[in-house]
């Protein structure tokens, strides 16, 4: 898995221009919230929730919102199938999604080092623009230093967005930031985000402050 995580990044980092620092630059926002129970030994349901903003956090046009079930194959890999309801504002008004999902997760500590990867595939219909099937990848590791009293963890993470039905890839995400664990069952992230992604024919990249609030129960 992880040579085809790595043979699909360089295939995304060769079709990249060659001058990103000439891409149109932006600033926003993604404001995240997870939801995961235990509805057995082996079964869970799993949430996800975001808001994100443009155009100097001046302009929210994202919203999501959805629910799957998984299920704990190995102590490190569960299999989660779900639905997502998402709204997009590139106009005067939201426009929706249906996105149903099959997602394979791995999440293991190896040497002290916590290593996930996150594998989906997406299927997404619209009333608005061409239906889609869309791969997404991602890969977060976890320091095992503790920094400060709070024992805050360093991350760094990385995500890619491939559109089956054009072929290509449609946005890479690299970024990194701060895990604080304030009581059992609560982890709470800060971080920093660089989103590379289409804009029509190029390419613009936006620098994205990152919050995510996760709660286990």
């Known amino acids: 898995m992880f040579r085809l995580c790595a043979a699909l990044l360089l295939m995304l980092l060769l079709e990249l221009p060659a001058a990103p620092t000439l891409a149109r630059q932006d600033a926003g926002g993604s404001y995240n919230l997870l939801l995961k129970g235990a509805v057995n030994e ?7 929730s975001n808001l994100a903003s443009r155009n100097n956090f001046g302009d929210a046009f994202l919203a999501y919102t959805g629910i799957g079930i998984g299920r704990q194959l190995t102590p490190a890999i569960s299999l989660r199938v779900g639905y997502r309801r998402a709204w997009f504002n590139f106009t ?3 426009q929706p999604e249906n996105r149903g999902y099959l997602e394979g997760y791995f999440a293991d500590r190896i040497n002290g080092w916590r290593l996930t990867n996150r594998a989906r595939v ?3 219909s619209f009333d608005w623009r061409d239906d889609d099937t ?8 976890e320091a095992p230093w503790s920094l400060t009293a709070l024992e805050l963890k360093l991350y760094l993470e990385e995500e890619f967005f ?3 039905n054009d072929a290509r890839f449609e946005a890479n995400w690299l970024g990194g930031g701060l895990a604080w664990r304030p009581a059992k069952g609560i982890k709470l992230k800060l971080g920093y985000r660089w989103n590379r992604f289409r804009a029509g024919a190029d390419w613009a990249n936006r620098n994205v402050l990152v919050t995510g609030v996760n709660l286990f129960f």
């Open 134 to 141: 869309r791969l997404r990848n991602e890969i977060s590791v």
């Open 42 to 48: 082996d079964w869970f349901l799993i949430s996800r």
């Open 162 to 164: 491939y559109s089956v």
């Open 122 to 124: 997406e299927l997404r």
């Open 92 to 94: 005067d008004e939201w």
